[in-house]
């Protein structure tokens, strides 16, 4: 089984800061792309970020220059530092995966995709 977990959402002021955590539990083998997408109140889910094995990040355009995706390979964990916060940023916050090798009991299985529970940041101004 693959599952992710969240942590690190709160209540902060508008210029703050926050870092947001996902861990992938599981035997896992490999990931291939990472990334967290928010649902704002009364708005379609979109993505804030991702990031590939390799490295390769891709930003949504309202966060650029302020949140920075990371992730630890060896830990199948990716993170999602978030700077000078504004109220526009409220939001759920779900961490996702792409592309998951496991050990599926000695044999080798691939989740295509898997999401987290959310975790709720809100900016106050």
């Known amino acids: 089984q693959v599952q992710l977990a969240e942590s690190g959402g709160g209540l902060v002021q508008a210029g703050q800061s926050l870092r947001l955590s996902c861990t992938v539990s599981?035997?896992?083998?490999?990931?291939?792309?990472m990334a967290w997408y928010r649902q704002p109140p009364g708005k379609e889910r979109e993505l804030v970020a991702s990031i590939t094995s390799g490295g390769d990040t891709n930003y949504l355009d309202s966060v650029k220059g302020r949140f920075t995706i990371s992730r630890d390979n060896a830990k199948n964990a990716v993170f999602l530092q978030m700077n000078s916060l504004v109220p526009e940023d409220t939001a759920v916050y779900y961490c996702y995966l792409a592309g998951a090798r496991y050990d599926a009991g000695g044999l080798v299985a691939t989740a295509r995709t898997r999401w987290g529970q959310g975790t709720q940041v809100s900016v106050s101004s």
């Open positions: 599981g035997r896992i083998l490999s990931i291939n792309k």
